[in-house]
C-alpha cells in the first residue's frame, strides 16, 4: 500500500523537471520549497530520507517487468480489463467504479490497447489514470521501465521500491 501512495505522491510532486522548476503559462519558475517538504505525512512514500536541497526524497530509476492487464493494488492485484485500483479513506481495493482520491485504470502500456500508453493525471485531489494515444502537457506516462518512455523522457522514475512510475527526462532519478 505504501508504494501505492509513494506512487501518488510521486506522480503529484516528485515528478516535475529535473532542475527543480516547474513551468505555467507565464514560462518557467522556480517552485521553491515542495508542497510535500512540510507536510507530517510526507513520509507515507517508501524511498530515502528528504534531501536538504528540495525538501522531498529523490526519485529512483525503476526498471520492473510489465504485468499485463493487471494494477497492483496494496496486496490485491487488479484485473484491468474490469477493474481498476481504487483508493479511498487511505485502504487501497479492486473495484469497477471509483470515487477516491487514487484510480488507476492502468499502470502501464500493457494495459492499454496496441499504440496506447498509460496516462496519469494529478490533480488536488489524487491521481487517475487511463489509457490513450498521447498523454497531454498536464498528464504523466505511466511505466514499469525504460524501454516503454518516449525518446524525450527516456527514464521510468519512481519512489524507491516502486514497480510503477512516470517517464521522465534523463538525469531526473537518480
Known amino acids: 500500500m505504501r508504494s501505492l501512495l509513494g506512487l501518488a505522491m510521486a506522480l503529484l510532486f516528485v515528478n516535475g523537471c529535473a532542475d527543480g ?6 514560462g518557467p519558475r522556480d517552485s521553491g520549497p515542495r508542497a510535500d517538504a512540510a507536510r507530517p505525512d510526507a513520509n507515507v512514500a517508501d524511498g530515502p530520507d528528504p534531501t536538504p536541497d528540495d525538501g ?5 530509476a525503476i526498471d520492473a517487468s510489465a504485468t499485463p492487464n493487471r494494477v497492483t493494488c496494496g ?8 477493474q481498476h485500483c481504487c483508493v479511498t479513506t ?4 479492486c473495484t469497477t467504479t471509483c470515487g477516491g482520491m487514487v484510480d488507476l485504470a492502468c499502470d502501464g502500456p500493457e494495459d492499454c490497447a496496441s499504440n496506447q500508453v498509460c ?3 494529478p490533480s488536488m485531489s489524487g491521481v487517475r489514470s487511463a ?6 502537457m498536464m498528464q504523466i506516462q505511466l511505466c514499469h521501465n525504460a524501454s516503454q518512455c518516449p525518446s ?5 522514475c519512481g519512489p524507491m521500491g516502486a514497480t ?8 531526473a532519478c537518480n
Open 21 to 26: 522548476t516547474s513551468s505555467s503559462a507565464d
Open 131 to 136: 489509457c490513450a494515444q498521447d498523454c497531454t
Open 152 to 156: 524525450n523522457r527516456p527514464v521510468c
Open 164 to 171: 510503477t512510475g512516470g517517464c521522465s527526462p534523463s538525469g
Open 119 to 121: 496516462c496519469a493525471t
Open 56 to 60: 522531498g526524497p529523490r526519485p529512483s
Open 90 to 93: 487511505m485502504m487501497p481495493a
Open 75 to 82: 496486496a490485491q492485484s487488479c484485473d484491468t480489463t474490469t
